[in-house]
């Protein structure tokens, strides 16, 4: 059995799904666009999802009430930051570093997953719910809370919004959304609906923290010609990996995902291909479009130079996008670098065919990245990347 394949972390029956925030039109919607096709095995989950909906329903529109003009009033405090790249990229880790600057503030886990309403509930559920989380997420070993940064793409999911991740729920059925991707063939509608749910998102989180916004979704990779018209003087921090790392490690991802969060029992084949497509389409739009961008608002970094020297990096991500004096963030930053040396990260190993489709499906990422083709393959077939 292949790294890749090997157990993933427990996710405990009585943890919450990922789309346990939606309202009942937005679980309506997910169920409806997919037959209904919930295999009877977790019919339990849809049963749940019947139950909390409606009082995700309720909460929402309460804290409409209570809220929503307040939201559409309130100014992002500066320019957002958005960390992009490849699911599997680091993009989790430079998001957390971004966000120990005090004066940063990242979407959390429980905004994300309770977008609909967390502004009257997020101090009842971190103060008496937080042990409803895994203490590590499915698939690899950083630790979860509800006041853990978050990937936005979650909000706009949790929001009735399509989402590639939305594959999760219902892996057996056609890929939805994948549109969103690049943005590209979405009618005007659909491209304004999207930008005012993630900019009516990005309001409230700063109607909460009051600090500048540091963003992350892999997905916003192929987005940047959309945000950059949303946000006409944002960031965007791209981080690269080996290419050989990234295939595996983001095909465990969906399987844990899927195996612990879908509505029906996941396929076992037709991931690696998924995977191999969605990055391609992603990256087309990223250099067509990353070039547009001033010097002062992109920079590229390596996940293997910011596991390296972390300091230093960020040091360099400050002065080019100019995001203010690094001292304030410094000895934070140095304290959790130093935290991390321990941590332990996946390793792989994959059938030799897999990194044939690697340099093929991501010609363009190994040469845009300066990323060597490199691998040996043991008699058996597997490929053991030097990563």
Known sequence: MSEVERDINPYPFWAPRYWGGMTVSGWWKLLRGNRF??????????????????ANSFAGMLQNVLFSRRVKQTELVAPPIFVIGHWRSGTTYLQELLSLDERHAAPTTLQSYGANHFLI???????????????????????????????????????????????????????????????????????????NALRYFFQAVTLRTGRRLVLKSPHHTGRVHVLSRLFPDARF???SRNPYTLLPSTVRMYRAFESTQAFQVPPTEGLEEYVLRTGK???????????????????????????????????????????????????????????????????????????????????????????????TTTPDGVCAPTV
């Open 37 to 54: 096709a919930v295999h009877p095995s977790k019919l339990q989950w849809a049963m749940v999802m019947a139950v909390v909906s409606p």
């Open 281 to 375: 389409s992603v990256y087309r739009s990223y250099f067509k479009h990353c070039g547009t961008l001033a010097d002062n608002r992109h920079c590229e970094i390596r996940f293997e130079d910011l596991t390296r020297d972390g300091v230093g990096t960020m040091e360099q991500i400050y002065d080019r996008l100019e995001l203010g004096d690094f001292e304030p963030a410094r000895a934070a930053v140095e304290a959790y670098t130093a935290s991390r040396k321990s941590y332990k990260k996946n390793s792989y190993s994959f059938p030799t065919k897999w990194k044939d489709e690697i340099e093929h499906y991501w010609h363009d990422y190994f040469e845009h990245f300066g990323y060597e083709r490199v691998g």
């Open 237 to 239: 921090i791209h981080i």
């Open 121 to 195: 509930t997020e101090s009842f559920i971190t103060q008496f719910l937080g042990w409803l989380l895994p203490p590590r997420r499915p698939m690899d070993n950083v630790e979860i809370s509800w006041d853990s940064p978050q990937e936005d793409e979650w909000a706009l999911s949790t929001m009735g919004l399509p989402t590639p991740y939305q594959k999760i729920a219902f892996p057996c059925n056609a890929p939805p959304a994948l549109d969103y991707l690049d943005m590209e063939g979405l009618s005007e509608q659909e491209l304004a609906r999207w930008s």
